[in-house]
C-alpha cells in the first residue's frame, strides 16, 4: 500500500479496496519501522492520524466521495496543528502545543486528509540540508550520507521513502524545490498569496508560499486543490478563484513555448545535470513544445538580495520567542535582558542566530538604504526580467540545483556555501512567481530534477507540463533501495 | 538671559473602535488581565494582522478635520525594540507614508487671541500591553488586554511657545476627537496621552536647543505643571554652565519634577522597514469626499456661529461649544425654551452645577433639554418666576416629571391675580405697621432696602408664588400712596 | 565593511541573542563571510528603480469592525512559562 499515490489511494478508497483506517495503520507501522533511518518525523501522530482515518471513513459509509477523504499526509512541522507539538525543527518551540490550526491543516483535516505527523526542518526554515534542525539531521533516503536538501527535508525524505504519499512543504528561496530534486520528488511552490499563510509560522514574511510534495504532478494538483484559496485572516492572501488543477493535467503542450535562460547553463552547474536538463528539454519537444533561448540578466543578484531581505524580515518575526508566553524559557533569569538573551541564545541554533543578527544588521541605522532597501530594487529588477521574459514564453525551464545532494557535513565550515546552492530557486520567491521541480534523472544513483517556472497564478500550466513529462518518463516511479 | 520656551506635543489617542487595529478582540477598558487577548494579540507563532476599517475611517475624519493632506497611499511599517508588553518584539506603526499629513489646528490663548499651531502628521498604530509592577516579588505582572487597541498618533509642529499655549492645544484636541466621535478623551483612562516635547533657546535665536521628551502625561494641569519644570530645569542647568542631554524623562507629580525614565530602548535602533504581513493602504478620492460630507460641525465654527446667531458672548460661546453634547443640548433647549441667553445661562450655571454635584456628563443629565426647554417656556410665558423655577428644576431632577405635572402638583402656578396680591400686600403692610412708619420716615438710599424686605415678607406670604413683578408695581403704588 | 568583534556585540544586543564569548570570533567570520556575499549588490546600478516590497502589488483589504474573539485566556496561558493571576510573570521591570 505503500507504493500508493494520493491518486491510486482515491481510488482505492473509493473502491473499497481498503480503508483509510487499515491504511493509516500500515503508514503509522511503516513510519516506526522505517524512519529511525532517516529521522524525517518529528512528531508521529499515532492516535490522531487513526481518530481522523476513522472519520474519514465514516464520511466516506455516509456517502461523501472526495479525492482527499481518508488521504494519509503529513506537515512540515512549521504549519500550526492544534493541541500538537509544532517546534518548527527548534529548541525555541519543543515544548510548543500550537493553541490553533493553521488555515492549511484546517482545510485539509475539513478535506478529509489524515495527518500521519508533523516532519522535521531545518529550523525555522532557515537551510537548504536539513541539518540545523534541533532533532538532527534528516538522512536522504537515495543515500543515506547525503543530504536531502531542505528546509522541507523530512517532508521530502518520507514522501521520497514511500513512508507516505504526500506531505506539506513551505518554500521561501527553494525550500520545497530543492529537497524535491535531490530526493526525486515533484514539490511546487505557488504562487505567492495563494495558500494562506495564517498558522505557518513565519520565516520571510514576503517570500513564504506553502505547498504540496508528492511524487507525481497528479499528486501535487490533488494536495494543492486542497490548500489553495483566499483567506481573510491572511491579508498578503489574493483573492483570485482556484481552478481545478486536476482538468488541466491533461492539455497538450503541443505550441507551448519554453524558455531557457542563457544565465542558467553557466559555470557553476555541475555538467552532468546539465546533460540531464537538456534530455528532459529534448522530451518536451517530442511533446509538441517550442524552445527559445531567453536572458534573465540579473539572476546573479538574486543571492546577495534574498540574503538581506529573508534575514531582515526573518530577524524581526523571531523576536516573538522570547520566553515570555510561549516556548523556551531559560533557568533562573537574573533579569529582563537575561530572560531574552539567554532564551534566544538558548533556544536558537547558530544559522537561525546567524540570520537574525544579519538582518538586524540590514535594518540598522545607516545601513537600511544600502541592504534592505537596495535588494528591494534589485527585486524589482528581477520581476521585470520575468515580466518582460514571460512576453514571449509560456513557462521557463532549468535546473532546480547545480549540484547533487552533498555529503552530510560537507557545506559546514562556510555558511555561504549553502547559500550558493539556492541560485536557480530564489527568483521565484523574489518575484513572487510559481515553480516546480519533477524528477529528471539520476547521477551516481542521486536524483536530479528540473524546475520550471510560470506567470502568476498558472500553476495548471506547471502542473500540465509536469503530468504530461510524466506520461513518456518514469523517473518519478523509482524508489530508493531498501525503501 | 531671555529664554523662549520651544514646546511640541506628541498625543496619543485611543480611538474608540468596537475591535482592535488588527484583530477583532474587544477594546473594552477595565477587563481581567488578558481576557481580551486574542491570538494576533499575543503574538503567538504563525498569527498575521488585518486592518480595522473603522481605524481607518477614523484617522481620516481627523485629518479632514485639521485641513490635512490625506496619505492616500499609506503604509504601516514595524517599529523593533525588545519590552514585555510589546509581544511580537515590534509595534505596527507607521513611518515614512502616514495615513495623515500635514493639517493645523487653532486655539484660543488667555488674550482671546487665536494662534494657528501646525499638525506635522498624524499616523495609525497599534497600542501596547501594561506592565504592573507592585504586586508580584520580583516579577512584573504582563497585561495584554490592551496591546492591539487602535491609536492615532498626532505630533505637533514645535510651535508653543509656552506651557498654556500647550495646554490650550491638548484641550482643542481633546474637544475636537471627542467632536468627531473618534476618541472619548478619558485621560485618567488613558484614552489620551501625551508626550510633550520641551527645549529652551535664547530669545532670538534661531536654532532649536537639545530637546527632552517628558512621556505620558496624563491630564490637563499635569501638562502645564510638567511643562513648566521642566523649563525651569533646564534654564537652571544652563545657567549653572551645564548642557541638556536628549533624553526621556518622566513627571513626578508628588516631587513635582521631571526625571530621567530608565530608558527601556537604551540603544535606539528602532530599525524601522514596511511590514510585510501588510500591504499598502489605498484610500480613494471618492471615499474621502463621501466621509468629508459627514463631518460635523466643528468647534471654532461652532463658537463663531453661537456668537452670531444667538448674540450669546464669546466667553459663554466657547463654554457652550467645548463639548458636541453639550452644544447640542443648548440648542435644543434653545429652540424650544425660545430665549437663547436664557438658556445659555440655565445649561451653564444651573444645569453645569448640578452635573458637577453627580459627577456626570451631560449625555447623562437627570434633565433633559426637551424638560429643561419646556420648563423655560413657563418661565418666559410668567407661570412661574425665576425662583420658584429652581424648585421645578429640581424637581425635575429627582425625577418627578416635566415642568407642567410639577407646577400643577405642587401648585406652584404664579400668582397674578392682581386682588389677591393686593390682599396679600395689604395684610403684610398692616402685620408689620412698625417698618411701615420707619420707611416712610426715611430717605431715599434708605428705602431701597426696606422695599424689600416688604418683598421678601409678601414673597413668604404667598408661598413665592405672587408674580415678582405685580408685588413690586402694587407695593409701590401702595407706599407712595 | 568588515565587522568587528564590538560590532557583533551590539548587533547581538540588539537581537536580545546571548553569545558564548568563545563563539564570538566565529560568529564574527561567519557573519564577514555572508556580508561578503551581500556587498556585491553595491555593484549593481539600481537608478530610478522603484524597491518592490510585496511581488503581487496588491492593497490592504479591510475588515469590519466587529469583536470576533472571546475569552480564551486559560486554553492560551495554559502553554505560558510562568503566569499568576492571569498575567505573565518576566523578571521585574524597572523604569
Given at each position: 500500500m505503500h507504493q500508493l499515490t494520493l491518486a491510486e489511494i482515491a481510488r482505492g478508497l473509493a473502491d473499497k479496496s481498503f480503508s483509510a483506517e487499515e491504511l493509516t495503520r500500515a503508514l503509522l507501522q511503516r513510519i516506526h519501522q522505517l524512519d529511525p533511518q532517516l529521522n524525517s518525523f518529528i512528531s508521529v501522530t499515532d492516535e490522531l492520524a487513526i481518530s481522523q482515518a476513522k472519520a474519514a471513513d465514516a464520511r466516506r459509509a455516509a456517502g461523501e466521495n472526495g479525492a482527499l477523504l481518508g488521504a494519509p499526509i503529513a506537515h512540515k512541522d512549521l504549519f500550526c496543528t492544534q493541541g500538537v507539538r509544532t517546534s518548527c525543527g527548534s529548541k525555541m518551540l519543543d515544548s510548543f502545543t500550537a493553541p490553533y490550526d493553521a488555515t492549511v491543516v484546517a482545510k485539509l483535516a475539513e478535506a478529509g486528509a489524515v495527518t500521519l505527523g508533523k516532519t522535521n526542518m531545518d529550523e525555522f526554515a532557515?537551510?537548504?540540508?536539513?541539518?540545523?534542525?534541533h532533532y538532527g539531521a534528516v538522512k536522504n533516503p537515495w543515500n543515506l550520507e547525503h543530504v536531502p536538501g531542505g528546509s522541507s527535508g523530512g517532508s521530502a525524505a518520507a514522501v521520497a521513502a514511500r513512508l507516505l504519499p504526500a506531505a506539506t512543504g513551505t518554500d521561501t528561496g527553494g525550500s520545497i524545490r530543492q529537497p524535491a530534486a535531490l530526493t526525486s520528488l515533484t514539490g511546487l511552490k505557488p504562487t505567492y498569496g495563494r495558500v494562506s499563510r495564517w498558522g505557518m509560522i513565519a520565516y520571510a514574511s514576503s517570500l513564504d508560499q506553502g505547498g504540496p510534495m508528492a511524487r507525481t504532478a497528479e499528486d501535487c494538483a490533488l494536495l494543492l486543490q486542497g490548500m489553495a484559496g483566499f483567506d481573510p485572516k491572511d491579508s498578503t492572501s489574493i483573492d483570485e478563484p482556484v481552478p481545478d488543477y486536476s482538468t488541466s493535467l491533461n492539455g497538450s503542450l503541443q505550441g507551448l513555448r519554453i524558455g531557457l535562460p542563457k544565465e542558467y547553463f553557466g559555470a557553476g552547474l555541475d555538467p552532468r545535470i546539465a546533460d540531464l536538463v537538456q534530455a528532459s528539454v529534448k522530451e518536451l519537444e517530442k511533446l509538441g513544445a517550442v524552445i527559445k533561448e531567453i536572458s534573465l540578466p540579473n539572476m546573479q543578484h538574486a543571492i546577495p538580495a534574498y540574503y538581506v531581505i529573508a534575514p531582515a524580515e526573518a530577524s524581526s518575526n523571531l523576536s516573538r520567542f522570547d520566553g515570555v508566553r510561549f516556548g523556551y524559557r531559560c533557568e533562573n533569569p537574573k533579569d529582563l535582558t537575561d530572560l531574552y538573551k539567554r532564551s534566544r541564545g538558548e533556544g536558537f541554533g547558530s544559522e537561525v542566530q546567524r540570520r537574525i543578527m544579519v538582518g538586524t544588521y540590514a535594518l540598522s541605522a545607516g545601513y537600511y538604504d544600502a541592504y534592505y532597501l537596495k535588494a528591494q530594487k534589485i527585486r524589482r529588477l528581477i520581476k521585470n526580467d520575468f515580466m518582460a521574459a514571460f512576453e514571449g514564453v509560456d513557462v521557463i525551464l532549468g535546473p532546480t540545483t547545480p549540484n547533487l545532494a552533498w555529503k552530510i557535513g560537507a557545506k559546514n565550515a562556510d555558511p555561504v556555501a549553502a547559500y550558493l546552492e539556492d541560485v536557480y530557486t530564489i527568483t521565484a520567491n523574489l518575484a513572487g512567481l510559481p515553480g516546480l521541480s519533477m524528477p529528471a534523472g539520476f547521477v551516481d544513483g542521486l536524483p536530479v530534477g528540473v524546475q520550471l517556472l510560470a506567470p502568476y497564478f498558472q500553476e495548471g500550466r506547471l502542473l500540465n507540463v509536469a503530468h504530461q513529462y510524466q506520461q513518456v518518463t518514469d523517473w518519478h516511479t523509482r524508489a530508493p533501495n531498501g525503501f | 538671559m531671555q529664554w523662549e520656551v520651544v514646546i511640541g506635543l506628541e498625543i496619543h489617542t485611543q480611538l474608540a473602535t468596537q475591535s482592535k487595529i488588527f484583530s477583532g478582540s474587544a477594546t473594552t477598558f477595565g477587563s481581567e488581565p488578558n481576557t481580551q487577548a486574542s491570538l494576533i494579540d499575543l503574538g503567538m507563532p504563525g498569527v498575521l494582522p488585518v486592518l480595522n476599517q473603522e481605524a481607518v475611517r477614523m484617522a481620516c475624519m481627523f485629518g479632514l478635520a485639521i485641513d490635512a493632506e490625506i496619505g492616500q497611499h499609506n503604509v504601516f511599517a514595524r517599529k523593533n525594540y525588545f519590552y514585555p508588553d510589546l509581544p511580537k518584539g515590534y509595534q505596527i506603526s507607521q513611518m515614512e507614508l502616514p495615513i495623515v499629513g500635514k493639517g493645523h489646528l487653532d486655539i484660543a490663548l488667555e488674550d482671546g487671541t487665536v494662534k494657528r499651531i501646525g499638525i506635522t502628521r498624524a499616523h495609525l498604530e497599534e497600542d501596547a500591553g501594561k506592565s504592573l509592577h507592585e504586586d508580584f516579588a520580583g516579577s512584573s505582572g504582563i497585561d495584554l488586554n490592551r496591546a492591539g487597541t487602535p491609536l492615532l498618533e498626532i505630533v505637533s509642529e514645535p510651535e508653543m511657545r509656552s506651557a498654556k499655549e500647550a495646554v490650550a492645544y491638548v484641550k482643542a484636541i481633546h474637544a475636537l476627537v471627542r467632536y468627531l466621535g473618534i476618541c472619548d478623551g478619558n485621560m485618567a483612562e488613558g484614552s489620551l496621552r501625551c508626550d510633550c516635547n520641551v527645549s529652551i533657546r535664547p530669545k532670538g535665536q534661531a536654532e532649536f536647543g537639545t530637546r527632552c521628551e517628558i512621556k505620558n502625561v496624563n491630564s490637563f494641569r499635569f501638562i502645564e505643571r510638567a511643562i513648566n519644570s521642566e523649563v525651569q530645569r533646564q534654564i537652571e542647568l544652563i545657567e549653572d554652565g551645564g548642557k541638556v542631554i536628549q533624553e526621556t524623562r518622566l513627571y513626578d507629580p508628588n516631587k513635582d519634577e521631571t526625571r530621567s525614565m530608565r530608558s527601556k530602548e537604551e540603544a535606539n535602533d528602532y530599525r524601522y522597514f514596511p511590514d510585510p504581513d501588510l500591504l499598502p493602504v489605498v484610500i480613494e478620492s471618492a471615499y474621502l469626499d463621501d466621509l468629508r460630507a459627514t463631518l460635523p460641525e466643528l468647534p471654532p465654527q461652532k463658537v463663531e456661529r453661537f456668537q452670531s446667531q444667538?448674540?450669546?458672548s464669546a466667553y459663554d460661546a466657547n463654554v457652550l461649544a467645548s463639548s458636541r453634547e453639550q452644544a447640542e443640548y443648548f440648542e435644543k433647549v434653545a429652540a424650544i425654551g425660545g430665549d437663547a441667553k436664557l438658556a445659555a445661562n440655565w445649561v451653564m450655571v444651573e444645569l453645569g452645577s448640578l452635573l458637577n454635584k453627580l459627577g456626570v456628563e451631560i449625555d447623562q443629565a437627570p434633565v433633559t433639554a426637551e424638560q429643561l426647554g419646556g420648563m423655560l417656556l413657563r418661565i418666559r410665558d410668567n407661570t412661574i418666576s425665576g425662583k420658584i423655577a429652581k424648585t421645578v428644576f429640581e424637581a425635575m431632577a429627582n425625577g418627578e416629571g416635566d415642568a407642567d405635572q410639577i407646577i400643577k402638583d405642587k401648585d406652584l402656578i404664579v400668582e397674578s391675580d392682581s386682588g389677591v396680591i393686593e390682599k396679600i400686600l395689604d395684610e403684610v403692610l398692616a402685620a408689620n405697621a412698625e417698618q411701615l412708619e420707619q420707611y416712610r420716615a426715611a430717605d431715599e438710599a434708605k428705602r431701597g432696602k426696606m422695599f424689600g424686605f416688604f418683598v421678601g415678607q409678601a414673597m413668604r406670604a404667598s408661598k413665592g408664588k405672587a408674580d415678582p413683578q405685580q408685588v413690586n408695581q402694587l407695593l409701590k403704588s401702595k407706599l407712595e400712596g | 565593511m568588515a565587522l568587528e568583534r564590538s560590532d557583533v556585540e551590539k548587533i547581538a544586543h540588539l537581537a536580545r541573542l546571548g553569545l558564548d564569548e568563545a563563539d564570538l570570533p566565529r560568529t564574527t567570520d561567519a557573519l564577514n563571510s555572508i556580508l561578503g556575499l551581500v556587498d556585491q549588490m553595491q555593484a549593481v546600478d539600481t537608478t530610478g528603480i522603484e524597491p518592490l516590497a510585496h511581488p503581487l502589488e496588491a492593497s490592504q483589504r479591510l475588515r469590519a469592525d466587529v469583536v470576533t474573539e472571546s475569552n480564551q485566556r486559560d486554553r492560551y496561558q495554559a502553554i505560558a512559562p510562568a503566569t499568576d493571576s492571569g498575567l505573565y510573570l518576566v523578571p521585574k521591570v524597572i523604569e
Open positions: 532557515m537551510g537548504s540540508a536539513n541539518e540545523s534542525s | 444667538y448674540g450669546l | -
